[in-house]
């Protein structure tokens, strides 16, 4: 949208919003609707000042009929650090990336909820199962960002967009609505959630809660599972409050959520528990328009506390043992945000701090664990920007620059022989010197867009970002069956470089073709790097079984990924909706002076190809259907490229019916033909099954 145009639209929607607000009786639909548009056209506006040549993605209500990770599937390149989804992926495993630059289980992209970042502060991975379906939709925008919080979003940003309030002070003395959600479906799932709005004249008020409960599926095949497997069964509820007040022509937005999840990965002794809390606070004023001084101040809390058994199954699957018991895994974040934007400038200030530790119990040789382990420590990033952009009859440019300062301090690594004392009273068997880690990082933006023809507009950009690694890659080791993977408390910051260019074809309303070049350059990229095979001892991880390897994370020097997007829309007159999109990486380690024969392999869970294609017809206002295909190439779940994880296509469909303006039917089939989707593999051909076959159908209705 063009400066004028975006002004005009703001003029109008101001103006409809001013009206609304004058009239006696104010509650009518169509002011109402007004406001929202009002609200939604200002929320997607004022956050952001510098994205021209930017590449984004919308996706909509109608795709987050599942959970927010699967949603993010049908968009090449973006998704989990491995295939499984958060109905059966282990939680530390979640973390998202938007471009395979290589895979990371923490994640290399930002993601937010409202505008407050939603990475774990001990591991940088995401909890998708603490989201309700309340939403407007998910913008992911892809390649490096700088701006608020840029010393997160690597590889992009996915912004969780929630359900806009009306605004304080445009509706009747008092307004409520009650929508619940009612789903069921197989693998034992069942589930509830119901939203709450409370509508005052000068607050409004949204009352959010869930749960749901299932059963999950095996995570091995019926040739290779024995007696001690068991379903990957999961429980989670969430409750959120959130108040938007307006005082003085001050808009004051209060946020409390609060999450609970219980899960068993594929053993009975397997279980993990979280609990989680975030609080946050934001003030800006209350009436937003794009020709007006704009500043925003916000802070935010959040608290983790995690436990995890890692087991390990025997005789031929029929006994298991713990191996490794995390049995107290707390952590904390805080943040603070402060910007101002005028005349196509924005200027900002964030911070944020992280502390964490994991205290876990390991070296269990059959009689108990013997040791026990503490380690863990603080991290702090600090950073500065300013943006531009100006929009002009040639074209829009944008440029961003920004400067961190981070540190992290505080390590420590204590190891305790249980049989010697109860730790905390007993001195450590093993005190590791944790050496205190700062520095400053540049990094910036530059974009353009031009408008070739009525029909085509060219797009650009370069950038470099950067991403410190978490608490979790410094301080916490684990283990996947035999393979066990150690902690590295002397990683660098990720580096990333970017140049991308391409061009929109938009002929008609009804026609949107897309194409995108680009070429990212990591540099210190954090990996799992295989340093031992077993069976053996090794003073860094201890015992190494059978078949297993020993792993630590570690900075690659250099990888480079070229990439090729394709993406395209048409909506015909017959009510079909026709869509795809079509990624090409080549991403391959190209520098590791420290194993060079690493050079020329592809990062692990990185794909050559991804394809997604999706059919949707809407027939009228009552129903509507839709079937989608996704392809993934195959790809690579260890380092050194020996375990190889072949190709897969699932087909997903779905439906909605609504029975009346308040009652809706919903009906979702995911992996419809239970094609074999295979996560992991360990060396001698275990392999571990995701995105089994799961279909649920669903009530909503409003009151």
Same mark, same amino acid.
């Given at each position: 949208?063009?400066?004028?145009?975006?002004?005009?639209?703001?003029?109008?929607?101001?103006?409809?919003?001013?009206?609304?607000?004058?009239?006696e009786?104010?509650?009518?639909?169509?002011?109402?609707?007004e406001?929202?548009?009002?609200?939604?056209?200002?929320?997607?506006?004022r956050?952001?000042?510098?994205?021209?040549?930017?590449?984004?993605?919308?996706?909509?209500?109608?795709?987050?009929?599942?959970?927010?990770?699967?949603?993010l599937?049908?968009?090449?390149?973006?998704?989990?650090?491995?295939?499984?989804?958060?109905?059966?992926?282990?939680?530390?495993?979640?973390?998202?990336?938007?471009?395979?630059?290589?895979?990371?289980?923490?994640?290399?992209?930002?993601?937010?909820?409202?505008?407050?970042?939603?990475?774990?502060?001990?591991?940088?991975?995401?909890?998708?199962?603490?989201?309700?379906?309340?939403?407007?939709?998910?913008?992911?925008?892809?390649?490096?960002?700088?701006?608020?919080?840029?010393?997160?979003?690597?590889?992009?940003?996915?912004?969780?967009?929630?359900?806009?309030?009306?605004?304080?002070?445009?509706?009747?003395?008092?307004?409520?609505? *009650? +929508? &619940?959600?009612?789903?069921?479906?197989?693998?034992?799932?069942?589930? =509830?959630? !119901? #939203?709450? $709005?409370?509508?005052?004249?000068?607050?409004?008020?949204?009352?959010?809660?869930?749960?749901?409960?299932?059963?999950?599926d095996?995570?091995?095949?019926?040739?290779?599972?024995?007696?001690?497997?068991?379903?990957?069964?999961?429980?989670?509820?969430?409750?959120?409050?959130?108040?938007?007040?307006?005082?003085?022509?001050?808009?004051?937005?209060?946020?409390?959520?609060?999450?609970?999840?219980?899960?068993?990965?594929?053993?009975?002794?397997?279980?993990?528990?979280?609990?989680?809390q975030q609080?946050?606070?934001?003030?800006q004023?209350?009436?937003?328009?794009?020709?007006?001084?704009?500043?925003? *101040? +916000? &802070?935010?809390?959040?608290?983790?506390?995690?436990?995890?058994?890692? =087991?390990? !199954? #025997?005789? $031929?699957r029929?006994?298991?043992?713990?191996?490794?018991?995390?049995?107290?895994?707390?952590?904390w974040?805080?943040?603070v945000?402060?910007r101002?934007?005028?005349?196509?400038?924005?200027?900002?200030?964030?911070?944020?701090?992280?502390?964490?530790?994991?205290?876990?119990?390991?070296?269990?040789?059959?009689?108990?664990?013997?040791?026990?382990?503490?380690?863990?420590?603080?991290?702090?990033?600090?950073?500065?920007?300013?943006?531009?952009?100006?929009?002009?009859?040639?074209?829009?440019?944008?440029?961003?620059?920004?400067?961190?300062?981070?540190?992290?301090?505080?390590?420590?690594?204590?190891?305790?022989?249980?049989?010697?004392?109860?730790?905390?009273?007993?001195?450590?068997?093993?005190?590791?010197?944790?050496?205190?880690?700062?520095?400053?990082?540049?990094?910036?933006?530059?974009?353009?867009?031009?408008?070739?023809?009525?029909?085509?507009?060219?797009?650009?950009?370069?950038?470099?970002?950067?991403?410190?690694?978490?608490?979790?890659?410094?301080?916490?080791?684990?283990r996947?069956?035999?393979?066990?993977?150690?902690?590295?408390?002397?990683?660098?910051?990720?580096?990333?470089?970017?140049?991308?260019?391409?061009?929109?074809?938009?002929?008609?309303n009804?026609?949107?073709?897309?194409?995108t070049?680009?070429?990212?350059?990591?540099k210190?990229?954090?990996?799992n790097?295989?340093?031992?095979?077993?069976?053996?001892?090794?003073?860094?991880?201890?015992?190494?079984?059978?078949?297993?390897?020993?792993?630590q994370?570690?900075?690659?020097?250099?990888?480079?990924?070229?990439?090729?997007?394709?993406?395209?829309?048409?909506?015909?007159?017959?009510?079909w909706?026709?869509?795809?999109?079509?990624?090409?990486?080549?991403?391959?380690?190209?520098?590791?002076?420290?194993?060079?024969?690493?050079?020329?392999?592809?990062?692990?869970?990185?794909?050559?190809?991804?394809?997604?294609?999706?059919?949707?017809?809407?027939?009228?206002?009552?129903?509507?259907?839709?079937?989608?295909?996704?392809?993934?190439?195959?790809?690579?779940?260890?380092?050194?490229?020996?375990?190889?994880?072949?190709?897969?296509?699932?087909?997903?469909?779905?439906?909605?019916?609504?029975?009346?303006?308040?009652?809706?039917?919903?009906?979702?089939?995911?992996?419809?033909?239970?094609?074999?989707?295979?996560?992991?593999?360990?060396?001698?051909?275990?392999e571990t099954?995701?995105?089994?076959?799961?279909?649920?159908?669903?009530?909503?209705?409003?009151?």
């Amino acid at each position: 949208m063009s400066a004028t145009a975006a002004q005009q639209a703001t003029d109008e929607q101001t103006e409809n919003w001013q009206l609304c607000s004058d009239l006696e009786d104010n509650n009518t639909s169509g002011c109402l609707e007004e406001i929202r548009l009002y609200h939604m056209y200002v929320y997607a506006k004022r956050p952001r000042v510098a994205e021209a040549g930017s590449d984004q993605t919308v996706v909509g209500t109608w795709n987050l009929s599942g959970r927010i990770d699967h949603a993010l599937d049908g968009i090449p390149g973006a998704g989990p650090f491995r295939r499984a989804n958060s109905f059966t992926a282990h939680p530390t495993t979640q973390g998202v990336t938007l471009r395979p630059v290589g895979g990371n289980a923490a994640g290399r992209a930002l993601v937010t909820l409202d505008g407050i970042p939603q990475n774990d502060p001990f591991g940088g991975w995401v909890y998708w199962s603490s989201y309700s379906s309340f939403l407007e939709g998910v913008r992911v925008r892809k390649g490096g960002t700088g701006g608020a919080f840029g010393a997160q979003a690597l590889t992009g940003v996915a912004e969780i967009v929630p359900i806009m309030p009306f605004g304080g002070g445009t509706t009747p003395a008092y307004e409520a609505g *009650l +929508t &619940t959600k009612l789903v069921y479906g197989n693998q034992g799932t069942k589930g =509830a959630e !119901a #939203r709450a $709005d409370i509508l005052l004249r000068r607050t409004d008020i949204a009352i959010e809660a869930g749960y749901l409960d299932s059963e999950g599926d095996y995570l091995l095949s019926d040739g290779q599972r024995g007696p001690v497997d068991a379903r990957a069964a999961s429980d989670s509820r969430f409750l959120s409050f959130a108040v938007d007040s307006d005082l003085a022509g001050i808009s004051i937005q209060a946020r409390a959520r609060v999450f609970e999840e219980n899960r068993i990965n594929g053993l009975s002794l397997a279980e993990n528990r979280t609990s989680a809390q975030q609080y946050s606070l934001r003030l800006q004023p209350a009436l937003v328009t794009l020709d007006t001084v704009v500043w925003e *101040l +916000t &802070t935010y809390y959040q608290k983790r506390d995690f436990a995890n058994v890692f =087991a390990s !199954a #025997r005789d $031929d699957r029929t006994t298991e043992r713990a191996v490794l018991d995390q049995f107290d895994v707390p952590a904390w974040g805080a943040g603070v945000l402060a910007r101002v934007q005028f005349s196509g400038f924005e200027l900002g200030i964030d911070g944020r701090r992280m502390s964490g530790e994991t205290n876990e119990r390991f070296r269990n040789l059959g009689a108990g664990f013997t040791r026990q382990r503490r380690a863990g420590g603080d991290q702090w990033t600090l950073g500065f920007y300013g943006e531009y952009s100006h929009d002009a009859d040639w074209g829009a440019v944008s440029a961003t620059l920004r400067y961190d300062r981070w540190r992290t301090y505080g390590g420590v690594r204590d190891e305790f022989n249980i049989e010697n004392g109860f730790p905390g009273f007993a001195s450590p068997d093993r005190s590791d010197l944790v050496p205190n880690r700062k520095g400053g990082e540049w990094t910036g933006r530059v974009g353009f867009e031009r408008a070739l023809t009525g029909a085509i507009d060219l797009r650009a950009a370069a950038y470099k970002t950067w991403r410190l690694p978490t608490l979790n890659e410094y301080y916490r080791p684990f283990r996947v069956v035999n393979d066990i993977t150690e902690a590295n408390p002397n990683l660098t910051p990720e580096t990333l470089y970017g140049l991308e260019v391409g061009f929109d074809y938009e002929p008609l309303n009804t026609v949107k073709l897309s194409a995108t070049y680009y070429r990212n350059w990591l540099k210190n990229g954090v990996g799992n790097v295989t340093i031992g095979f077993g069976p053996g001892f090794f003073p860094l991880g201890g015992f190494v079984p059978d078949g297993g390897v020993l792993r630590q994370r570690t900075n690659v020097d250099e990888s480079i990924t070229d990439g090729i997007e394709f993406d395209a829309e048409l909506i015909l007159e017959t009510n079909w909706t026709l869509s795809a999109s079509y990624l090409y990486a080549r991403a391959r380690i190209t520098k590791f002076d420290a194993m060079p024969e690493l050079v020329g392999k592809r990062p692990v869970q990185t794909p050559k190809h991804s394809l997604s294609a999706n059919v949707a017809y809407f027939g009228g206002k009552n129903w509507s259907i839709d079937v989608g295909g996704r392809y993934s190439s195959a790809q690579f779940d260890d380092d050194l490229n020996a375990r190889r994880l072949g190709g897969i296509f699932v087909v997903n469909a779905g439906g909605r019916y609504h029975v009346s303006d308040k009652i809706q039917l919903t009906v979702q089939a995911d992996n419809l033909f239970d094609a074999k989707v295979v996560s992991a593999v360990t060396a001698d051909g275990l392999e571990t099954l995701a995105q089994r076959r799961f279909w649920r159908i669903g009530l909503e209705a409003s009151f």
